[in-house]
């Protein structure tokens, strides 16, 4: 019950520092501490994992269950839909603050009318280069069909990804309330964000991306086949951040899986890889990634530099990364300060590479798939803590990695090792 205790905790700590931190812990002390919570749940976890406390036995399929767990999880996030429909009335023009759901919007809109969408937005002064992925516009189709608005499409999707969660769940030898607890979670996140950073979640779809997230994380947790290729391909064709953790699942998987498991999954994740990207986009247009890129640098670079007169970079004033530590430290201009920025976190996740497979090496008796949940976690985490240029709805797809390990631990803690 303890450690039950310690890990909800953590978790919302990590929830209020991501939303409202700044308040308690300031600009400067803000990041610290989420970077202390955040990895104290991945070290945990791992003790956890390693010790053989972790239940990872088999269950045995039930109907009933899958059925009530679908509900049960589709339910926890309908209780977010009151809040939320107030935050769309209280923010109808999200276009006036960020450039994000225009973009967005933009490529959807384009698309469904017949033509290629990747081209600036001209009726912005700065005309920003749409850098998104297909699976991060495409579902917007649910919205349009169903008529409402478009940051609906997140919120179905987090219904949809948390009853898929629940699913699992259900089957699970766990308690009712440590059941429903977790089911919560990822309804926590969501009201977090209301309550304390409404407009964040308001200009913003990352929603969409924190259920492709659970998904894939309940897949590869659950050891499922199905939704570990369908996880991959929803996360690698909406954001490229989980790419850096890829040579490792594929290093460990590679040993772990049945080779005919690993070619079904490899060769589905690229051939959706080329008829949802590849095809249709990048071999119309090769430029489309690196003007994206270019543009994305362009921006971290303008944040770095501020606004207004003197100028301000907004960016840091949040508290939830460490960029406002490296802008002090770092030598150069704003664009060389950038660079180095991202020349350490790149480093850092080659380095998070080698030490997860060492690791996972020395402790090979670790039960894998919570062990690439755990790995997964950390490379979001420290890629985002790292990145020269991070907005508060980013961390969404941390939170609910965050989640989904937290609903292991209470979930399927036991005091004695498990039997594997």
């Known amino acids: 019950m303890k450690k039950k205790a310690i890990v909800l905790s953590l978790f919302l700590l990590q929830c209020y520092c991501v939303t409202g931190g700044r308040t308690v812990f300031g600009m400067d002390g803000n990041p610290v501490v989420l970077l202390l919570s955040s990895l104290f749940i991945a070290i945990l976890f791992i003790s956890l994992l390693r010790k053989g406390k972790l239940e990872t036995g088999s269950y045995k399929s039930d109907p009933g269950k899958k059925a009530i767990g679908f509900a049960a999880g589709v339910a926890a996030i309908g209780i ?14 999200p276009g006036e603050i960020s ?22 937005l001209e009726e912005f002064d700065w005309k920003p280069y749409p850098v998104y992925m297909p699976l991060n516009w495409l579902p917007l189709a649910i919205s349009y069909y169903l ?40 309804a926590i996140i969501i009201l977090s964000f209301i309550g304390f950073s409404g407009m964040d979640i308001a200009v913003s779809l990352e929603t969409l991306i924190a259920a492709y997230y659970i998904i894939l994380a309940i897949g590869i947790a659950n050891n499922n086949l199905l939704l570990i290729t369908i996880g991959l391909i929803l996360c690698l064709l909406s954001r490229y951040t989980m790419v850096f953790w890829l040579p490792l699942f594929g290093i460990i998987g590679f040993q772990q899986m049945a080779l005919k498991k690993n070619i079904i999954m490899w060769l589905s994740v690229l051939a959706a890889i080329l008829v949802i990207y590849i095809i249709p986009f990048y071999l119309k247009d090769p430029s489309i990634l690196q003007q994206g890129i270019a543009y994305h640098n362009k921006c971290a670079v303008s944040e ?32 060389t300060q950038v660079f180095i ?22 402790h090979n008796g670790m039960y894998y798939p919570y062990y690439l949940v755990v790995m997964l976690y950390l490379f979001v985490l420290l890629f985002y803590l790292f990145s020269p240029m991070l907005f508060k709805y980013y961390h969404i797809v941390t939170l609910s990695l ?19």
Not at 178 to 183: A, D, F, M, N
């Open 80 to 93: 977010c839909i009151p809040a939320f429909s107030n935050l769309l009335s209280a923010y109808p023009n």
């Open 99 to 120: 450039d994000v759901l225009p973009q967005i919007d933009a490529l959807y809109t384009r698309y469904a009318s017949g033509k290629f969408p990747y081209y600036p």
């Open 147 to 186: 008529k409402t608005d478009i940051r609906w499409t997140g919120i179905i999707a987090m219904a949809i990804a948390n009853g898929i969660w629940g699913i699992f769940l259900w089957q699970r030898d766990a308690t009712l309330v440590t059941k429903l607890i977790s089911l919560l979670m990822p």
């Open 304 to 335: 770095w530099t501020g606004h207004g007169n003197p100028p301000i970079a907004y960016i840091f004033s949040a508290g939830i990364y460490l960029g406002s530590y490296f802008k002090t430290i770092l030598p150069g201009d704003n664009a």
């Open 341 to 362: 920025m991202r020349s350490i976190q790149g480093l850092l996740m080659a380095v998070l590479n080698v030490w997860g497979i060492w690791y996972y090496r020395k």
């Open 402 to 420: 965050s989640a989904v390990l937290c609903s292991i631990m209470i979930t399927q803690y036991q005091p004695e090792p498990s039997i594997k």
